[in-house]
């Protein structure tokens, strides 16, 4: 089988591709020519004490698997809870409710499973504050202005929310031009989510962004000095003195290498709680007193979220929380067993479940998302479908700002120092590839094509209203069998014949971080 593989130099620029042909000299050349991942020496690529033995474990008793997955996480609360405390965070905090002050930008970078979550964390910033136009209508146009006031990008562009783009991370200059057609500047805040910094594009992304006078933080997730000896274009960050690190080193991931698991958790809650908190602060201020019995609880105080945090953990870890989640699992293990797939259908929250299944392709080598019109390719395991509106519609609400392709041509590419391959072939990671997806409710036959394919229908904090399972119930017959999985606050009374409950008690905030 041949391979491509691209001669990279410790700043993050590809110097050449080969084309090697067996996996021997692939290996090889990894080894005297790729030094630069040689990553045996940084934290989050090693395994984890606490996970060892998974694959057995799970296999006899998936709950007690589960309940070592879930160990994994066991310092997120101690390691933020100390990060909340730093000059750093509390910057960050004071930074974005100023962004929110003078109408400036706010930009979340990075790439893989942290770019996805960039785009969630975009996404909740949107949906909070339009949100707030139905409550406090005469405040529309301060709502509006403050809603665009976030952005976000994800190397490879918006397409690869629904699937990876290979080898952009490998590029400092594509992470810079990202930065330039972000339009920022002084005032403006760009806050790089990075796990080791190997992707090069997110390192040009601050580094740009620096240049262009942003204020510029950039959280990390492993120890400093080990990264800095190792890696040469993490250095180049850190010897930045107007660039803000934050760290949040949370250990080794519960799948070996897999940062879609506590690092990108951490990201989350630490980058989630700046937003939250930034967010109440503005509203105390510039709100009336009535006004504010209406937007409700805006954030929890900084310490309250790694309280909330490990309160979450401990209930998916016991109880009947516990017993859901190992019948979910179990439900859906069964129908990949049998060769079967598994669509998951939600309005509410399907930006938050393509984030996940997205990832499973490059994390377990599972087959992408496929295009709707595509009769060749293998289908995904996994997919997800939005019940109550059609595709194009679908999307902006996923997203909740246009659709941001890369439209690069040829010449760009040979600007930006990319390999000749990309350079002759420039992928397709333009704004209209995201709509060749059908994660709408149009009916999608591909879905139910072989047996067993199941329905499983998310009812997170009762968002399973009426119509979404009028569409449940409509095509139910189609899959064959389906599950409605109830989480969160679980409203009273049965909604479908056949459900699992995972019930969990967790503070409502503004973006609903906790959810």
């Known amino acids: 089988m041949a391979k491509i593989i691209f001669h990279i130099n410790e700043r993050g620029t590809i110097l050449e591709y080969k084309n090697i042909t067996n996996y021997k000299d692939a290996a090889k050349d990894f080894i005297e020519n790729e030094k630069q991942f040689h990553l045996g020496v940084i934290p989050t690529e090693q395994s984890n004490p606490r996970t060892r033995n998974l694959s057995a474990t799970i296999a006899k008793d998936t709950a007690a698997g589960i309940k070592m997955i879930l160990s994994a996480d066991t310092d997120i609360p101690t390691v933020t809870a100390k990060a909340f405390e730093t000059p750093e965070f509390k910057s960050l905090v004071k930074d974005i409710k100023r962004v929110i002050t003078e109408r400036k930008k706010v930009v979340f970078s990075s790439v893989g499973a942290s770019g996805r979550m960039a785009i969630q964390l975009d996404g909740a910033w949107r949906l909070f504050w339009t949100s707030l136009i139905n409550k406090l209508p005469t405040r529309k146009e301060e709502f509006v202005e403050i809603c665009e006031c976030c952005n976000s990008f994800t190397t490879g562009g918006d397409r690869a929310l629904v699937r990876s783009v290979e080898n952009f991370e490998d590029y400092m200059t594509f992470g810079r031009q990202q930065v ?60 930045r003195p107007n660039i803000i690190p934050i760290s949040i080193f949370v250990g080794n991931m519960a799948l070996t290498g897999s940062t879609r698991m506590q690092v990108t958790t951490v990201e989350l809650l630490t980058a989630g709680a700046a937003i939250e908190l930034a967010c109440a602060e503005w509203l105390n201020e510039n709100l009336t007193a009535d006004e504010l019995k209406v937007v409700g609880v805006a954030a929890l105080k900084s310490e309250e979220y790694p309280k909330a945090f490990q309160k979450l953990l401990d209930t998916l870890s016991s109880g009947a929380a516990l017993e859901g989640l190992t019948k979910a699992v179990e439900f859906e293990t069964a129908t990949y067993k049998a060769n079967g797939l598994i669509t998951y259908l939600t309005h509410d929250y399907l930006l938050d479940i393509l984030t996940d299944t997205t990832e499973r392709q490059p994390t377990f080598t599972l087959p992408p998302f496929r295009k709707f019109a595509d009769t060749t390719s293998a289908i995904s395991w996994a997919y997800a479908k939005d019940p109550l509106y059609p595709g194009t ?47 709408g409710n149009e009916d999608d036959p591909s879905r139910y094509s072989r047996k067993p394919s199941n329905l499983v229908c998310m009812d997170i904090n009762g968002s399973a209203n009426a119509d979404v ?39 409502r905030t503004c973006t609903e971080l906790m959810t």
């Open 180 to 239: 330039v057609e972000a339009g920022v500047g002084k005032g403006d805040v760009l806050v790089g989510l990075a796990e080791c910094g190997l992707s090069a594009s997110i390192n040009g992304s601050v580094l740009e962004a620096d240049d262009r006078g942003c204020t510029t933080y950039y959280l990390y997730c492993n120890p400093k000095e080990i990264l800095c000896k190792h890696l040469d274009r993490v250095r180049v960050v850190f010897e």
């Open 393 to 439: 519609v679908a999307w902006q609400h996923v997203y909740r700002r246009p659709i941001k392709g890369l439209e690069w041509t040829s010449e760009d590419y040979v600007r930006m120092e990319a390999a000749q391959a990309i350079i002759d072939n420039p992928p397709s990671v333009g704004a209209e590839e995201v709509y060749e997806y059908c994660v």
């Open 469 to 507: 399972l009028a569409w449940y119930n409509k095509y139910l017959p189609s899959f064959g069998g389906g599950v409605v999985i109830r989480m969160g606050n679980i409203p009273e009374g049965k909604i479908a014949e056949n459900e699992i409950y995972i019930p969990v008690e967790i503070p």
